[in-house]
């Protein structure tokens, strides 16, 4: 795993104001213009290129590490009605032993809750290594003024979050109002404080490639530390052709601005086989520095259990089935 990465990778130009791509946030005809000067996405071949490196296949000590990296940047999700602090320490202690049997097993890189039971979180995840993340800013809709969502976020930081996973106003950005979806992000990360931020831009109501292209571009511009595909909550969410296309995203804009962005993709990734080709993508697209949960992260429960079945089945020759891993 690559280590050169334990910190934001941004560039002195970045943080002095010099950035190159500074002047298309001056004004929303001007962020418009940018916007629209991107490249249009080739649909077919963006997804002939995703099918492709999908049918990549790894064995024996490349799949060990695989499942292993795979299982350190999980996000352990619970994003219930009916969560409750008992549901929550127990999702806390399984992300820091997955599996009890074996204390090799890798730890996940968060916790991923709603606000009100962040400081629960963080009170079962203390001195762990494991991150406190909350999602906030009315999600899954966003549909709040934006006062509320910044309180959303003081309080989820305030009871001890170390991310905030927030949603873009995704009416807005469809009426083509981009630049109130930047400046909504901008106070946003304000208000984060030293927590990072995932931008989340609900790719199956975007419409287009174009269009999850171009928010993925507002939120590197507004300061986001990760961009993520989905809530969960609809229908489509992370696919490898919508994450290929953040991918290529955060490649381009590191080599403008020397400024490094995560990915998350989140909602439907539930089996090593799926985990294995979104890593595969990252690799190819991205390189090896976003191989590292600094910088990669799948928002998922359910993918954990398996990754644990099939490390135990490299373990012992023996698959074990779900009866040996809890049910969260």
């Not at 350190?72 to 008992?86: C, H, K, N, R």
């Not at 001195?127 to 989820?156: H, I, N």
């Not at 975007?206 to 961009?227: H, P, Q, V």
């Amino acid at each position: 795993m690559p280590t050169s990465a334990t910190s934001p990778r941004r560039s002195a130009a970045f943080e002095q104001g010099s950035n190159p791509l500074a002047d298309v946030t001056a004004s929303d005809s001007a962020l418009r213009r940018f916007l629209f000067g991107l490249p249009g996405v080739d649909a077919v071949g963006l997804e002939a290129r995703a099918a492709s490196l999908g049918t990549r296949s790894i064995k024996t000590t490349a799949k060990a590490y695989a499942i292993d990296l795979a299982i350190s940047m999980i996000d352990l999700t619970t994003l219930e009605g009916a969560d409750t602090p008992g549901k929550v320490r127990a999702l806390a202690a399984k992300a820091v032993h997955p599996d009890p049997t074996d204390r090799t097993t890798p730890r996940t890189a968060a916790v991923c809750v709603y606000p009100d039971m962040a400081a629960t979180a963080a009170a079962a995840l203390a001195g762990s290594g494991v991150k406190v993340a909350s999602v906030a800013t009315a999600f899954p809709a966003g549909r709040a003024a934006l006062d509320v969502k910044l309180a959303d976020v003081r309080d989820a930081v305030a009871a001890g979050a170390d991310e905030i996973d927030m949603v873009i106003d995704r009416g807005a950005f469809l009426s083509g109002r981009f630049l109130q979806v930047y400046e909504e992000i901008v106070a946003v990360k304000a208000e984060c404080g030293a927590a990072r931020l995932k931008v989340i831009f609900e790719t199956g109501e975007l419409s287009t490639y174009d269009n999850i292209r171009r928010a993925s571009w507002i939120g590197m511009l507004a300061g986001a530390d990760f961009i993520k595909t989905s809530t969960g909550k609809v229908a489509t969410n992370a696919t490898p052709a919508n994450t290929l296309l953040m991918l290529e995203a955060v490649r381009d804009f590191r080599a403008q601005t020397g400024t490094q962005i995560g990915v998350k993709p989140a909602g439907g990734i539930r089996t090593t086989k799926d985990a294995v080709k979104f890593l595969v993508l990252v690799n190819e697209t991205a390189g090896e520095d976003w191989l590292d949960p600094h910088w990669f992260r799948f928002g998922a429960s359910s993918l954990l259990n398996d990754l644990l079945m099939q490390r135990q089945k490299l373990s012992t020759g023996r698959y074990s089935g779900p009866d040996y891993v809890t049910v969260d």
